[in-house]
């Protein structure tokens, strides 16, 4: 019987080793990981627009390279470039900002790093019971340490947005569109074409004719 | 708290020490998880991640009562895909990822017969399956978790390695519901084919 037993063992360890959860993030690839939300399919006829301005840099937002940047490096060019290419593919002429033209595009980079903190206090504490609630008087209630976990994340995104400049009510300008490119290695310069083509790719509707 | 945890102990010794006076069981098996219902939804693809084990002690020849636990994982991949939502459109990979950790009490019917090979039972476990489930949009992820109640009917049968063997194979087949509801997931359920070993502890 004992032999049997401990034949369990080796059983068990399989069991535990192959029955491992499959991490989501592990099983993709980096073109996998790129995410395209496009917003504004709200009946806008984009052919009644046919001048596109894009300023000559990109606007980085980040938390941890100052606000209100402006980027011309060689990923702000590669980035602008595709876009006026997609652009002109869909029928538009580029214009300067001064002649009038009907849309401008804006160009951001995210690039936003957060230390976050939580709170851990429970029942799931590894500290927990470590003094006997008598101790302060309250005999039945659970108490323990508080400990905090501090970590990291960071947030990465290109934000395309298509403004009216052709319909100004007021003294507002109206976004059109709205596309987001999230995941991963997005600010690397080779993946830009790719990225482009990939959120334009799911708003047909922007086009000339 | 503490009296509680005091109660608990003395009882799990209770059992244990009882059952050293009759039989007892343990098992552990490998199990192959296939979604059903709108589990299937969210996950199509059987699961070889899995497994259970359970302690049965034997209230007299037919009878056993005890704890059943185990594991399971289901993980789906899908193909970049357009998903629509109003006026915005996502275009993603997305991973569906869903664990269940069952903590459960169980009964079982099955008649102990000496000198048989063969020996079916059935049975129906109760308690909670610790949930977590992940809906992934490339690396971003809605997530959702918790402790919901489970109900898991089995039929399987015992198979001595020989006539006189206090221990064999146990095969069985198990269907779990599992009372949680999140986005298209109604409720959990699913199928699960189940082979291990068991063994008998008779003092």
Redesign the interface.
Known sequence: MKRLRIAFLPLLLILLTTSCKKNPIKHLTVEESWVYISSGNNGINFSNFSSVTIPDSVILISNRQGSNNYETNALAQSMIAEVKATMQSRGYSLTGKDNNPDLGISIARIDNSYTNVAVINGWWDPYYGYWDPTFWGYPGYGWAPTQFVFYNTTESAWAIDIIDLKNTSGNSLQILWSGTIRGEEIFNPQAVPLIVKGLFDIAPYIKRN | ???IIILLITLSSATVVSAQQGLSK?S?Q?STHLPVGSARGFVENIS????SADYSYFINNNFSIGFAGG???L?Q?KD?Q?YTYT???????K?H?L?SIPLMLKANYGKIKEGSLFQPYAGIAAGGSLINY?E??????DEKSGFRFTVAPEIGTRISFNKYS??GIDLSLRYHYTAFKYNDVKNLQTLSLNL??F?FNRN
């Open positions: 708290m503490k009296q343990i552990i490998h070889p991640r899995g497994f594991y399971s994982d993980y991949k970049r357009t006026e915005t459109e996502i275009s993603a990979v991973s990822s664990q992940e992934w949009f490339g690396t971003l992820v206090l221990a291990g070993l063994f």
